[in-house]
């Protein structure tokens, strides 16, 4: 019995003020995690989608996933988007279970939805959704006066919408009024429309309510993909960089490099290296953050082959230093100096620090700021810059 996907990824995000589906988590939609679970799901056979065809197909190529089948404009509600959903299936045998999921909810996992297939294919059951057992007292009130406590161990909190062994068939009866007459035409010529009501749910179907209760320590949105390997309690690190350079004199021909970016500036900075004091302070941070040395112990001034030797490759090395244990969750930076002004420069100098680091320009900020002409900032003697980093254990 073949089993797809229709993920509902057509919402405007009117109480939020932007799209849940394309929120940024982690420099990624989070449309994507919830592609990504059926991608990786063997039961799935195709995924079908309603939203921006071309955005979510663009975002479905750029992944590298093969499943992918087709987009639905949305419709004004979400009973309207489903309809216009299970239009693009017309081709797929009737007995297809479709399994229908809300695309902004991107902590599903691959195990989850193979959970939902199996019980699917269950004899007598006609849908499946995913629940947690309800771990709060729920009361009954009228009026402001409780009349009645509830037996919570006969409550679930459902957590998504159901699929169907009589998925199309379903849909067409449970939708029918809102379906346009040429989709209910298209899918009545393969047999769908003719299909007998299905019946209707068992007591016993609540025992296939297996999902997971959710582990709060793993949930953390930027880290969606923890949810799904089911890994290690989280694991948090800290580092603080702070890196001072002064200018060289002017007319010297030493180029003044910030963040790997050259800026146009009359005096450069002086140090062994490139002298990149944005790009020192994040790597004394990252070490830091690791428990590790300084970066004067893995790069010391005395030794010739750092000798103007870019400051980002460096980064770049301990960065492997650190090793595939930890990951960067994020860094925080800013640069003190009366003059040049970084303003122009800073996105820039975010993607070289970011392409050091693996990972998105999006966890990298890079800020500047004076020290209102007081110290040797202020006199224009130099510059300096303080980075924070978060470390998190794989």
Known sequence: MPVVALVLAGGAGTRMGRPKQFLDLLGLPALLYALRAFEECPEVARIYAVGDGSRVKNLSREAGFSKFAGCALPGEARSLSTKNGLGLLSHEPPETIVLVHDGSRCLLTPELVGRVVEAALSDGVDGVVPAVPVSDTIKVAEEGAVKETLDRTRLHAVQTRRPSPRGLARGVRRLGGLFARRHRRRLARRGVGRARRPRPGREDQHQAHRARRPDLRRGDPRRPERVARGGPELSFRVGLGVDVHAFSEAGTGRKLILGGVEIPYDRG?????????????????????????????????????????????????????????????????????????????????????????????????????????????????????????????R
């Open 269 to 393: 900075l002086v140090g062994h290296s490139d002298a990149d004091v944005l790009a020192h302070a994040v790597t004394d941070a990252l070490l830091g953050a690791a428990g590790l040395e300084d970066i004067g112990h893995y790069f010391p001034d005395t030794d010739e082959r750092f000798k103007d030797a870019d400051s980002i490759r460096l980064l770049r090395e301990v960065r492997a230093i650190v090793g595939d244990g930890w990951e960067v969750a994020n860094v925080d930076a800013v640069v003190v100096c009366e003059r040049p002004k970084i303003r122009d420069h800073r996105a820039a100098m975010r993607e070289n620090l970011a392409g050091a680091l693996g990972v998105e320009p999006a966890l990298v900020g890079v800020r500047g700021t004076t020290s209102e002409r007081l110290g040797f900032t202020g006199r224009g003697e130099g510059i300096a810059a303080q980075a924070v980093c978060l470390l998190e254990s």
